[in-house]
């Protein structure tokens, strides 16, 4: 079949929903990881406490939780590497049996759309799940590679000991990043679910989602206890 031809099963909405899913996606994460100096985000205002972190993670005796803390980071990495994994083999086994799913949706959308409207539509889904996965699992890693640079870290507070760790708070930083990109894939991955429903569905789910994402980074209450003054030390 001519790509023409499939295209032609897709509506004028259709292909400005999956535009504005796109757009939606790489511009919250820009965002976020470069906003203004006048409105930091969450994201930003965390990597500082990072860095911090590694900081007093110097002085501090004994430093069993300082490792507790990167081992329970790895544990939520690992988790949602292996959630994304489960949805990846479910749509995998639902673009075996479309003919299923087109009878299910069909009762909300347009039952007589061919078998490859609803495999395009999967194969969205499929790759917001693979992209966070992907994420997860280099997060997984990098949070890994911070442990064994806050292992060599030592235990006298001198420059040497500051520079690693001022080294292994950058790689956490980084860890971080990744894991809150895999995230993002996550929320939109769950949007482009709508396109299911059509077009109007689809650029419902992806407003709803973007708002919600800013209003967590942008306007949350955390966010305004992370931005409470505090005392001098």
Same mark, same amino acid.
């Not at 489960?86 to 759309?113: K, M, N, Q, T």
């Not at 949007?191 to 429903?197: D, E, G, N, Q």
């Not at 708002?211 to 409470?228: G, K, N, P, Y």
């Given at each position: 079949?001519?790509?023409?031809?499939?295209? #032609?099963?897709?509506? /004028?909405?259709?292909?400005?929903?999956?535009?504005?899913?796109?757009?939606?996606?790489?511009?919250?994460?820009?965002? !976020? &990881?470069?906003?203004?100096?006048?409105?930091?985000?969450?994201?930003?205002?965390?990597? =500082?406490?990072?860095?911090?972190?590694? $900081?007093?993670?110097?002085?501090? =005796?004994?430093?069993?939780?300082?490792?507790?803390?990167?081992?329970?980071?790895? =544990?939520?990495?690992?988790?949602?590497?292996?959630?994304? %994994?489960?949805?990846?083999?479910?749509?995998?086994?639902?673009?075996?049996?479309?003919?299923?799913?087109?009878?299910?949706?069909? $009762?909300?959308?347009?039952?007589?759309?061919?078998? *490859? @409207?609803?495999?395009?539509?999967?194969?969205?889904?499929?790759?917001?799940?693979?992209?966070?996965?992907?994420?997860?699992?280099?997060?997984?890693?990098?949070?890994?590679?911070?442990? /064994? %640079?806050?292992?060599? /870290?030592?235990?006298?507070?001198? +420059?040497?000991?500051?520079?690693?760790?001022?080294?292994?708070? $950058?790689?956490? !930083?980084?860890?971080?990043?990744?894991?809150?990109?895999?995230?993002?894939?996550?929320?939109?991955?769950?949007?482009?679910?709508?396109?299911?429903? #059509?077009? &109007?569905?689809?650029?419902?789910?992806?407003?709803?989602?973007?708002? @919600? *994402?800013?209003?967590? $980074?942008?306007?949350? +209450?955390?966010?305004?206890?992370?931005? +409470?003054?505090?005392?001098?030390?």
């Amino acid at each position: 079949m001519d790509w023409a031809v499939r295209l #032609g099963y897709f509506s /004028v909405m259709d292909g400005v929903a999956v535009a504005l899913l796109t757009l939606a996606w790489l511009a919250s994460s820009w965002a !976020i &990881e470069h906003p203004p100096k006048f409105r930091l985000s969450v994201t930003k205002l965390m990597a =500082q406490y990072r860095r911090v972190w590694m $900081e007093h993670f110097v002085t501090r =005796q004994p430093r069993i939780f300082d490792g507790h803390i990167v081992g329970s980071l790895r =544990q939520s990495t690992a988790f949602f590497a292996s959630a994304s %994994m489960i949805a990846i083999s479910g749509i995998f086994a639902l673009l075996g049996d479309a003919d299923r799913l087109r009878g299910v949706a069909g $009762e909300f959308a347009d039952a007589d759309a061919p078998v *490859i @409207v609803w495999e395009v539509k999967l194969l969205l889904i499929l790759l917001f799940a693979a992209n966070a996965f992907l994420k997860f699992v280099w997060s997984n890693r990098l949070f890994g590679y911070c442990s /064994v %640079m806050m292992g060599s /870290v030592p235990n006298d507070e001198s +420059q040497l000991a500051y520079h690693r760790a001022a080294k292994a708070a $950058e790689i956490n !930083i980084f860890a971080a990043r990744s894991y809150n990109r895999g995230l993002r894939s996550v929320y939109f991955g769950i949007a482009s679910a709508a396109w299911l429903l #059509g077009g &109007e569905a689809l650029v419902g789910a992806t407003a709803i989602t973007l708002v @919600v *994402i800013l209003r967590r $980074e942008f306007a949350s +209450q955390s966010r305004e206890i992370l931005m +409470q003054d505090e005392p001098s030390a």
